[in-house]
Structures are given as C-alpha cells and as structure tokens.
C-alpha cells in the first residue's frame, strides 16, 4: 500500500529538503511506499484531509485537534524540548515599546497559521484590541509578514517563534520582538491515520531511537530538531482541550 504524509505548512521553507530526506529515511525504515506532499498553505491541505487523503502528518496543534477527534488520527512522536511559541514583532525603530501602546486600528500582517493567531491575539488582549478593532492583512508565508513590516503595510506581524529565528540575518536586524509567549505544552504532533494503523507501533519504535543512529541524527539535524519523543495519548488530550479553551 502507498501512504501519503504531509508538514504543516508553517514550517521554516529551509527545511523543505529536509522533511523529504526524512520521508526517505522514514520508507527505509518501514519498507513502505510514502508519498510526500507539502501544500503552500493550511486551506489546500485541509481539503485534502478531508478527502481522507493523508496517512502522516506532522501536524500543528490546531489542527491536531480536528485530526484526533474528526478524522480517527493517533499521535505518535512530538519534538524533543520544542514547544509552539507565538513572537508578535514590529520594525526596529517602531515607538511601539509595549502591547499597551497598541491602539484600535492596528494594522496587523500575519499567516493563515491558527494557532499562532490564536495566542498572537491572546497577547493583545491588555491593549483591549481583538478581531473587531484591529486590520489583519493575511499573508502566505512567514517572510511575507516580514514585508509587510518591512514596507510599512503593517504596524506588527504575528510569527511562529521558529519561523522569526528562521528568518535571514538582514530581516532579522530590522525587526524588533515586542512580545513572546511562554505556554509550553502546545506543540506540533506526528499523527498517524487509521490506514496506517498497523505500523503504529512501528513509528513508536524508531522515531525515539533516530537520535542514536548517525545517519537519523544527521536528517533530525536538517529539521532542526533534536529527536523525537513519545506523545502520549492523555498529553494529546490535554492539548486540544487547552486549545479548546484559548478559543472558547
């Protein structure tokens, strides 16, 4: 049987050759056709999902949610001392010091990433902003939110907190952080569906053994993780439901 696996599309795009080399590895280690394939955005991807049209993904918490509940998906392995952090950043020079200098009508750049919204606009709460007084412009891409700070279109952008220290060196100089969230145990998941529920434990076996294999070590490396560690079903649980609470 051929299975499909996909990324959330807010990954870093240096790493695009990263996760083939890791789907590679991942056919190597369990003889099995799979099939990779990244999408350029969550609402492409999420048609697909629907259809039932993928077999692994890693997933972001957002999403995980609906992958568990709706479409029968396990979670599997998450990233080793890696959590999903939301950075709200304006230009260098902005004389934004603080959210509370925010006021209605702030022009805001951000992705289709929900859960980098979703805490982005958490963080804006003590400037008593939200989706009803403020402008949000949604970009495809992490260094387009950086444009759109860059040019003026925006007063501050939303970043994934991988997606900002991923940005290049002569971006980074021109923006400034104004504020990072800190919740820690909202993270991306690998998620395995119910066709390929047979090599589960499989993917349990081999994902938190791939840090001690040179050659898995050296794939982790260009994802820029450290390795994988076991998600277990009740921290899955615990995860949706505290998003469910941020969006309640």
Do not use: C
Request: charge should be negative; hydrophobic fraction near 45%; avoid cysteine.
């Amino acid at each position: 049987m051929r299975y499909t696996m996909t990324v959330s599309p807010d990954f870093p795009p240096i790493q695009i050759a990263g996760w083939y080399i890791f789907n590679t590895w991942l056919q190597r280690q369990l003889n099995e056709q799979i099939h990779m394939e990244l999408f350029p955005d969550f609402a492409s991807q999420r048609r697909v999902i629907q259809m039932d049209g993928v077999d692994l993904i890693y997933a972001n918490p957002f999403d995980a949610a609906m992958l568990v509940r709706e479409k029968g998906f396990t979670a599997i392995a998450t990233p080793q001392h890696k959590s999903d952090e939301a950075i709200i950043a304006v230009l260098k020079d902005s004389s934004v010091r603080h959210v509370e200098d925010l006021l209605p009508g702030t022009r805001i750049a951000a992705t289709d990433d929900p859960d980098v919204n979703l805490i982005s606009m958490i963080m804006l709460e003590p400037a008593d902003l939200s989706m009803e007084n403020v402008q949000v412009q949604t970009v495809d891409t992490y260094v387009l939110v950086a444009k759109q700070l860059l040019q003026g279109e925006a007063d501050i952008g939303f970043f994934l907190r991988d997606a900002f220290t991923g940005l290049s060196t002569m971006i980074q100089r021109q923006l400034r952080e104004l504020v990072h969230s800190e919740i820690h145990v909202i993270r991306h998941v690998l998620l395995a569906g119910p066709r390929i529920r047979d090599r589960h434990a499989d993917l349990r076996r081999i994902l938190p053994a791939m840090s001690t294999d040179p050659k898995g070590k050296s794939v982790l490396a260009s994802l820029g993780l450290h390795g994988w560690e076991i998600q277990e079903q009740e921290d899955t649980e615990f995860m949706i439901d505290l998003m469910d609470t941020l969006v309640g």
